[in-house]
């Protein structure tokens, strides 16, 4: 089950570049779909949301833990099941998502803010 | 001070409001005014968080917010007052005269609406209402962020 796949939720072009930045590194494509807020009502986004996840299962990858790409996808995953949401999304988490995708949406979230915050360092003088 | 800011936003409270408004104006408490999300612990939980302990949060229905306004206004602190949609601030205001104005921060497209302004997009209805709104004397102006602009009704309605 190695279908399970990432939507990045984020303000202006973050997600889009992430995507990227993910795509360049790894040569992987398709495993992640990038969703901007960029004009964006809660109507709006809940149907971009629900355009980029299809049929789950996946897991929502959020800029930051509130505001409207959060609330939005806190109540997609609360509506549908199969959603995890992880905030604070970055490129090591991603990274390290992309090559494990064959887990259940909760245990991909888990495991996504673990490999993110191990890459939160502050490097000695 | 008082309530610095009634906005209109249909993402409530998000980074606009509580880094581009709460950091220049200081702001220490918000006030969501909604009949929906009044109603739902879950729904209140939510926008709660990415809120700093800093501010405080209250949840007000229409009718509970009309009769706290003054309250809120006499607060020496600084506070903003959120409302999802055109027809809860006209509500507000036909129930509260003390509210003066009307921040158009955030409408955006649903079938039925023209745009207007890149970040407000109105129903010839919501056009009119909130151009009544203004003929009652309330100051209703467009403005997403404290640096753009603050757009006269006139000019988006």
Same mark, same amino acid.
């Given at each position: 089950?190695? @279908?399970?796949?990432?939507?990045?939720?984020?303000?202006?072009?973050?997600?889009?570049?992430?995507?990227?930045?993910?795509?360049?590194?790894?040569?992987?494509?398709?495993?992640?779909?990038?969703?901007?807020?960029?004009?964006?009502?809660?109507?709006?986004?809940?149907?971009?949301?629900?355009?980029?996840?299809?049929?789950?299962?996946?897991?929502?990858?959020?800029?930051?833990?509130?505001?409207?790409?959060?609330?939005?996808?806190?109540?997609?995953?609360?509506?549908?099941? @199969?959603?995890?949401?992880?905030?604070?999304?970055?490129?090591?988490?991603?990274?390290?998502?992309?090559?494990?995708?064959?887990?259940?949406? @909760?245990?991909?979230?888990?495991?996504?803010? @673990?490999?993110?915050?191990?890459?939160?360092?502050?490097?000695?003088? | 001070?008082?309530?610095?800011?009634?906005?209109?936003?249909?993402?409530?409270?998000? *980074?606009?409001?509580?880094?581009?408004?709460?950091?220049?104006?200081?702001?220490?408490?918000?006030?969501?005014?909604?009949?929906?999300?009044?109603?739902?612990?879950?729904?209140?939980?939510?926008?709660?968080? *990415?809120?700093?302990?800093?501010?405080?949060?209250?949840?007000?229905?229409?009718?509970?917010?009309?009769?706290?306004?003054?309250?809120?206004?006499?607060?020496?602190?600084?506070?903003?007052?959120?409302?999802?949609?055109?027809?809860?601030?006209?509500?507000?205001?036909?129930?509260?005269?003390?509210?003066?104005?009307?921040?158009? *921060?955030?409408?955006?497209?649903?079938?039925?609406?023209?745009?207007?302004?890149?970040?407000?997009?109105?129903?010839?209805?919501?056009?009119?209402?909130?151009?009544?709104?203004?003929?009652? *004397?309330?100051?209703?102006?467009?403005?997403?962020?404290?640096?753009?602009?603050?757009?006269?009704?006139?000019?988006?309605?």
């Amino acid at each position: 089950m190695s @279908d399970l796949r990432g939507i990045i939720v984020s303000h202006a072009a973050v997600a889009q570049a992430l995507v990227a930045a993910v795509a360049a590194i790894t040569g992987i494509e398709g495993a992640l779909t990038p969703v901007s807020n960029e004009g964006c009502g809660t109507e709006a986004l809940a149907q971009r949301l629900s355009d980029a996840v299809g049929r789950g299962p996946a897991v929502l990858f959020v800029d930051l833990p509130g505001g409207s790409c959060f609330t939005s996808s806190a109540r997609y995953a609360k509506q549908h099941a @199969d959603i995890a949401v992880v905030t604070g999304v970055n490129l090591a988490m991603l990274l390290d998502f992309v090559f494990h995708r064959d887990v259940t949406p @909760d245990e991909a979230a888990r495991r996504a803010m @673990d490999a993110g915050s191990k890459a939160i360092r502050v490097t000695a003088a | 001070m008082t309530l610095a800011l009634y906005r209109i936003d249909d993402r409530l409270i998000h *980074g606009q409001v509580v880094v581009g408004w709460g950091h220049p104006l200081n702001v220490t408490f918000i006030v969501l005014v909604d009949d929906e999300v009044r109603s739902s612990d879950w729904e209140q939980d939510l926008y709660r968080m *990415g809120v700093p302990p800093s501010i405080e949060v209250r949840f007000a229905s229409v009718d509970e917010a009309a009769r706290e306004l003054s309250a809120w206004e006499a607060d020496p602190r600084v506070g903003i007052l959120l409302v999802g949609d055109i027809d809860t601030a006209v509500a507000l205001a036909e129930r509260a005269p003390q509210v003066r104005r009307f921040n158009v *921060g955030g409408v955006h497209h649903r079938t039925g609406r023209t745009e207007r302004l890149r970040f407000v997009y109105l129903s010839e209805d919501e056009a009119r209402k909130l151009r009544a709104l203004a003929a009652r *004397g309330v100051e209703v102006t467009a403005q997403d962020v404290p640096t753009a602009r603050a757009v006269p009704v006139g000019e988006f309605t």
